[in-house]
C-alpha cells in the first residue's frame, strides 16, 4: 500500500472573517498534510446576518456561495462561522444536496473535517 494517496483532497473553508484562516491552515498541515485548501472570506454574509437574521436571501447567497466553491473543485466544504453554520444546519438537507459535496457547519468544525480527508 502506497502512502502517498493517489490525489490530494480538496476542502474549502467559508469564513465570515479571515482570523481562522492560519489556525486551519496550522491545523490542516498536521492532520491532512496532503489536502488542497481553499479559503473565501465573506463578510458580507455575516453583516447581513447580524442585521437582519436568517432571511431568505441570506440562505440563497450563503447557497451561491457554497455552490461557487463546489464549482472552483472543492470535494468537501467547511464553514467555520458558527452564524453562517446555523443556515447551512436551517436549510441542511435541501442546501447540502444542492451543492453536491460534503458540507460542514461550525459545529461539526474544521478538525473533524480534516481527520475525514485524511482517512
Given amino acids: 500500500m502506497s502512502s502517498q494517496p493517489q490525489h490530494a ?3 474549502a473553508f467559508l469564513h465570515s472573517s479571515a482570523m481562522p484562516i492560519e489556525a486551519v491552515n496550522r491545523l490542516a498541515r498536521e492532520l491532512a498534510p496532503q489536502a488542497k485548501l481553499m479559503h473565501v472570506v465573506r463578510e458580507d454574509l455575516a453583516c447581513a446576518l447580524a442585521a437582519g437574521g436568517v432571511t ?7 447557497r451561491e456561495a457554497l455552490q461557487a466553491l463546489a464549482d472552483r473543485g472543492a470535494q468537501m466544504i467547511v464553514c467555520t462561522c458558527p452564524q453562517l453554520g446555523a443556515v447551512i444546519e436551517a436549510g441542511a438537507q435541501g442546501l447540502r444536496e444542492d451543492v453536491g459535496v460534503p458540507v460542514f457547519s461550525a459545529r461539526m468544525g474544521a478538525e473533524a473535517a480534516l481527520r475525514l480527508a485524511a482517512a
Fill in 56 to 62: 431568505p436571501l441570506i440562505e440563497m447567497m450563503t
Fill in 9 to 11: 483532497p480538496v476542502i
